[in-house]
């Protein structure tokens, strides 16, 4: 059983960065695919952010690239997603996932971010 929680969500104009943490807990997260995903109102579920536990391998939506990066750190069973250039059309609930090796997402309880024009 993996749990998560996220923080580091805000408010902030656009243009502006923001840093997401996620806290995983988790006897080994070794075999785990991390990811970000996020809602917006009115607006289904999207994969924004993923990242293998064991490699470096990382994937993002086309919309956030070159302004999202995903990382994790190890030793501390994080993973951190940093957004720079904050679009409004950013703004959403943002949720840490953590995907297990049968397909099972586990997820934290959310984080908002607002984005103001």
């Known amino acids: 059983q993996v749990q998560l929680v996220e923080s580091g969500g805000g408010s902030v104009q656009a243009g502006g960065s923001l840093r997401l943490s996620c806290a995983a807990s988790?006897?080994?997260?070794?075999?785990?695919?991390m990811a970000w995903r996020r809602q917006a109102p009115g607006k289904e579920r999207e994969l924004v952010a993923a990242?293998?536990?064991?490699?470096?391998?990382?994937y993002y939506t086309g919309s956030v690239k070159g302004r999202f990066t995903i990382s994790r750190d190890n030793a501390k069973n994080m993973v951190y997603l940093q957004m720079n250039s904050l679009k409004p059309e950013d703004t959403a609930v943002y949720y840490c996932?953590?995907?297990?090796?049968?397909?099972?997402?586990?997820w934290g309880q959310g984080t908002q971010v607002t984005v103001s024009s």
């Open positions: 988790a006897r080994t997260l070794s075999s785990y695919s």
């Open positions: 990242i293998r536990w064991s490699t470096l391998a990382t």
């Open positions: 996932n953590a995907e297990d090796t049968t397909g099972r997402i586990h």
